[in-house]
């Protein structure tokens, strides 16, 4: 088996990652973790997200987080958009990247953005248009590729068409998410086939939840598919707000872990990004969810 010989991780922490949370994460917790990631190596960092604040509270500072961060050149940073209210917000913050983010299940568009799929890239046609013509790169994202917590099993074929809808209006890049964490590799695999379908291999993204403990055989699978290109999240963190039950991104740390143990570059100081799991960990009150990271920090403390 031949797999890529280099990875690109994109580190959504600090906007996946805390967007469920509970308790308040101020500003300033927020921007010293993106320091902490672009100081391990992350050359992407999903930072916010501008979207309703009565639909998701913890991410109403996303002015204040992407104003306060010192930008690391060569690193990408990337923030959600769910509409043109959202884009105009998110302009005067200099975003290298915007996410427009669609379901590959009706149920499930409902519940996140209050819209059919084929509203939604109505919606988002406007979105791309503008964003491209200031030279801000688009990715979509497919939440529910596999599955939904509303409807069930969700077939490749509505996958394919979702890629195909956002490829039609412009949308660069497509990640196929696993929102709920419900795929295994084979089906993972077929998602990615359909998405792959419409978009190139260097543009495509595999963002796995890892609640039935299979994101890490997933990227393996769609390693094997030449996929060069994952969403993770510091620690573990996280959860959508619309995909109860639903756990964390799979772990930044367990990511580095496996590719590296496979002699595949990632960039990212494993260490560093231990500490950076470390230090969000201990703001929540709570050990990283990442074996990895827990792992080496008992080793490292003797
Ligand atoms: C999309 C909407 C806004 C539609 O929500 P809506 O209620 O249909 O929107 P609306 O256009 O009717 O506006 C209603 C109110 O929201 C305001 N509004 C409208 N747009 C914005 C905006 N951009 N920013 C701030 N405010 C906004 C608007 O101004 C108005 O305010 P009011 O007059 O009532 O005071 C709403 O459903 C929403 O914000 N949803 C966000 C859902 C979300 O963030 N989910 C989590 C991220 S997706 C995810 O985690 C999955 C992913 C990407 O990680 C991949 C995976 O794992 O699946």
């Given at each position: 088996?031949?797999?890529p ?42 930072v916010?997200s ?42 005067p ?30 919606r988002?046609?406007?979105v ?34 979702v ?32 998405a ?45 707000p619309?995909?109860k ?41 709570r ?16």
């Amino acid at each position: 088996m031949r797999y890529p010989a280099k990875v690109k991780l994109v580190d959504v922490g600090p906007r996946d990652g805390l967007q469920n949370e509970k308790q308040p994460v101020p500003a300033e917790v927020k921007i010293q973790l993106v320091h902490m990631l672009q100081d391990a190596g992350l050359k992407e960092i999903e930072v916010t997200s501008f979207v309703s604040p009565k639909w998701v509270p913890q991410m109403a500072d996303a002015t204040e987080v992407m104003a306060g961060i010192q930008r690391k050149p060569g690193v990408r940073y990337s923030v959600l958009v769910p509409n043109m209210k959202g884009l105009e917000a998110a302009f005067p913050s200099k975003p290298d990247e915007v996410v427009v983010f669609g379901a590959a299940s009706e149920a499930f568009s409902q519940r996140n953005i209050n819209c059919s799929i084929a509203e939604s890239i109505e919606r988002f046609a406007p979105v791309v248009e503008a964003a491209r013509a200031k030279g801000i790169y688009v990715r979509g994202a497919i939440s529910t590729a596999v599955g939904c917590p509303y409807q069930g099993e969700v077939k490749p074929e509505s996958v394919e068409l979702v890629a195909r809808l956002m490829k039609e209006i412009g949308v660069q890049h497509c990640g196929v998410a696993d929102t709920i964490g419900v795929g295994t590799p084979r089906k993972v695999q077929a998602a990615m086939e359909a998405a792959l379908k419409h978009y190139a291999l260097d543009d495509i993204s595999g963002h796995f939840h890892d609640t039935y403990g299979q994101a890490l055989p997933n990227t393996l699978a769609c390693l094997e598919l030449g996929v060069w290109q994952y969403d993770a999240s510091v620690a573990g963190l996280g959860g959508c707000p619309y995909a109860k039950g639903a756990t964390g991104n799979v772990a930044t740390e367990d990511v580095v872990y496996m590719l590296h143990g496979m002699g595949i570059d990632t960039g990212i100081d494993l260490d560093k990004l231990i500490d950076a799991g470390k230090y969000v960990s201990d703001f929540l009150g709570r050990k990283p969810v990442s074996r990895a990271a827990q792992a080496i920090l008992t080793r490292r403390a003797g």
